[in-house]
């Protein structure tokens, strides 16, 4: 007999084993077949054909721990998550137990997961031809070739989902099941650059879908069909930072079932979305209303910049400085499409994704959606205003005024990026023999009588060309804060975790934390502030400050850092006081502050000692510390660009002011650098963070 039909029965226990691959059906095959040949129509025949239970592919990969199977064995499982959806990885499981997929193919095994139109995903049932491994004492599927596989329909009830706009879902309490429709207009990805998110559009507004599961399945222009639950999200370790600061969480959706997919490209939504600047989005105050996963459409200039292992791309506003980098979890892989807007002002649909939220404020961080070059051109008319917005408007964020901050005032404005030169900037008041403005040598400083007391006007004008623009500040001279204050050495001594409303004066920048010590006639203490406050302050003036008194990180045994965090600076009595200095330790080494124990509180207190600051240039990286006849001092720093100021007396014996920390709860104390004072005894204070 030359040929014929042969047909098997899946169930059929009397057949001798043969199974032909590609055959999934559940039901009886039947195919022309020719004895003369193995392999008939691109068929092949395996033997000893059989499902295993996951639980023996398990007991079986405990035999390979060198290497893969040849043999490959048949599993039936549902699919749990798919968690490279590059290259198919993803956990299986049925009732004996479930294991990991290294990788899946098509039933071919050339084409790889990623590669495959159709593709089965979580919640899906498959059929693997699988070989197994014992990676690293874990029992392992090495690679499953997919021979069949079912989209199951999601278990849920869609009579518990609402159906509403993106704007509504925004809006709906946290738990709310929502029904939302939307293009996919970018995606977020993780470290491997898997897709994990997507931010989602309709006509109305947009939302982040946080689903690593639903991501893969979709493409940028798709439109979509989600039921999903409305949530807010913080990172747990930073949920007291962000209730600090009244910001309550990413606005999202998690918990996505995709409905329905119309698998076209299609442009999203943009009628809704209102022009903005980075510097409105920067100052946008998240307690009065969280505008997270929102789109705004703004000039923005891009730059992208090199670091360790790590791409950034920042967006600046026009200034070219007020900005940002994007997020992101990949090192900046993942916003290489950037790379041909380097350099350039573009029209950028942007969103703050979230915030990271830290014991000195909030920081936004930034998702591009599209970027287009529009060969951006500034128009001079509005350089006046541009001028009172990024140059004029910071000086008069204070409005109270206690004492004479003799306050150098900007002058004369320009911008290469865009593109004009000296705007001139004059100002007038209202009530000069209460505030009045005097220029010497050439700078121009606000001076206040404080003996007038009351309100006043300041009108500054820019000029630029024929072009101008006027603004009006209103600022208040008081003679007395309207605060009860306590001292430095109160704060030390008050209740950990209480609010406390401290008078002190600004001593020096700290070293890798936003913010400063604040002194008294007694002790120091670090007060951690937001980033921008950092340029309203400098050494030397009289502050009140608010904020909780801690033990940052404190852990175990280990007391952790003394320190004001979450300080909001309610008022700037200026004035260039004297730093008192009576209370610092004398005539100890580096040795000595070396063998503190960090079980005892030692960050209030200061030593002076000599020492040589050694700067040290790795290539890769730059580092220094100090250093003394007893040995070396650490450095609390993450570069040595953070003590910049002090490189002109690199390997100089100098005397130097230095206070223990504990930031990040280690075994012994580093030192933040106060001061270096000088041969000829000129104090050099550590202010490089005020320029922020």
Not at 476 to 487: H, L, N, R, V
Request: hydrophobic residues 35%; contains cysteine.
């Amino acid at each position: 007999m030359e040929g014929g039909c042969l047909i098997i029965e899946p169930t059929d226990p009397t057949k001798d084993g043969y199974v032909f691959d590609g055959w999934y059906e559940d039901q009886a095959l039947t195919i022309p077949f020719d004895f003369n040949e193995v392999i008939i129509s691109d068929v092949t025949l395996f033997a000893k054909w059989r499902y295993y239970f996951v639980s023996e592919l398990i007991s079986l990969a405990s035999n390979y721990p060198n290497g893969a199977s040849e043999e490959r064995f048949y599993v039936e499982a549902n699919i749990e998550t798919v968690s490279n959806p590059l290259y198919g990885e993803m956990t299986i499981s049925d009732e004996t137990g479930s294991i990991l997929v290294y990788g899946t193919y098509d039933v071919t095994g050339q084409i790889r997961y990623g590669d495959l139109e159709d593709k089965p995903v979580a919640g899906d049932s498959v059929v693997l031809y699988a070989n197994v491994t014992l990676y690293k004492n874990t029992p392992e599927i090495h690679s499953g070739w997919i021979v069949s596989f079912v989209h199951n329909t999601p278990t849920i009830d869609p009579n518990e989902y609402q159906e509403m706009s993106i704007l509504e879902a925004r809006t709906a309490p946290v738990g709310t099941l929502v029904k939302i429709d939307g293009v996919v207009a970018r995606f977020t990805y993780n470290d491997a650059l898997n897709p994990i998110g997507f931010i989602l559009v309709d006509e109305t507004n947009s939302i982040y879908v946080y689903d690593n599961q639903i991501a893969p399945q979709v493409e940028v222009g798709n439109l979509i069909r989600i039921a999903a639950k409305r949530d807010n999200w913080i990172l747990d370790s930073e949920q007291a930072n962000a209730e600090i600061y009244g910001y309550d969480g990413c606005i999202q959706v998690i918990e996505a079932t995709l409905l329905s997919n119309d698998e076209s490209n299609n442009e999203f939504d943009t009628s809704w979305i209102s022009d903005s600047t980075v510097k409105t989005l920067m100052d946008h105050d998240v307690s009065e209303s969280n505008f997270t996963t929102s789109i705004y459409r703004v000039n923005a200039l891009i730059e992208e910049k090199e670091g360790s292992n790590f791409t950034n791309f920042y967006f600046f506003d026009i200034d070219g400085t007020t900005g940002t980098y994007a997020y992101s979890q990949a090192s900046g892989r993942d916003f290489a499409w950037l790379r041909e807007f380097d350099g350039k002002i573009c029209e950028v649909y942007l969103s703050v994704l979230n915030y990271k939220s830290e014991q000195s404020g909030l920081t936004p961080r930034l998702l591009p959606i599209k970027v287009t070059d529009n060969n951006y051109q500034f128009d001079l008319s509005n350089t006046p205003s541009m001028v009172l917005t990024y140059y004029v408007d910071e000086q008069f964020e204070i409005d109270y005024y206690y004492s004479d901050p003799n306050l150098a005032l900007v002058t004369k404005v320009s911008n290469d990026l865009l593109g004009f030169e000296n705007a001139l900037v004059s100002y007038t008041s209202s009530n000069e023999d209460a505030l009045y403005f005097e220029e010497v040598e050439g700078i121009t400083y606000m001076r206040i009588n404080t003996s007038v007391l009351g309100p006043v006007t300041v009108s500054a004008k820019v000029t630029y060309q024929e072009y101008e623009a006027t603004k009006d500040y209103q600022i208040i001279i008081s003679d007395e804060p309207m605060y009860e204050t306590i001292t430095v050495s109160q704060a030390i001594n008050s209740e950990l975790n209480s609010e406390v409303t401290v008078r002190g004066i600004v001593l020096s920048a700290l070293v890798n934390q936003d913010g400063f010590y604040l002194t008294d006639e007694h002790a120091i203490i670090a007060v951690l502030v937001p980033k921008a406050s950092l340029s309203t302050v400098k050494v030397g003036d009289e502050i009140i400050v608010r904020g909780i008194r801690e033990q940052y990180n404190a852990s175990g045994n280990i007391v952790g850092q003394c320190a004001i965090t979450g300080g909001e600076i309610l008022s700037n009595l200026y004035g260039d006081n004297e730093i008192p200095h009576n209370f610092y330790i004398q005539g100890q080494n580096l040795a000595y502050i070396k063998a503190l124990s960090v079980n005892e509180n030692h960050t209030n207190e200061v030593y002076v000692l000599e020492a040589k600051f050694i700067w040290e240039d790795f290539g890769f990286y730059t580092a220094c510390h100090l250093e003394d006849e007893s040995g070396e001092g650490q450095l609390y720093t993450s570069s040595a660009n953070q003590y910049n100021w002090l490189k002109d007396y690199n390997d100089q014996t100098l005397t130097y002011a230095v206070a223990p920390c504990n930031w990040n709860k280690k075994s012994s104390y580093k030192l933040c650098i106060i001061y270096v004072q000088l041969e000829d005894g000129t104090i050099i204070y550590n202010d490089g963070a005020f320029s922020y």
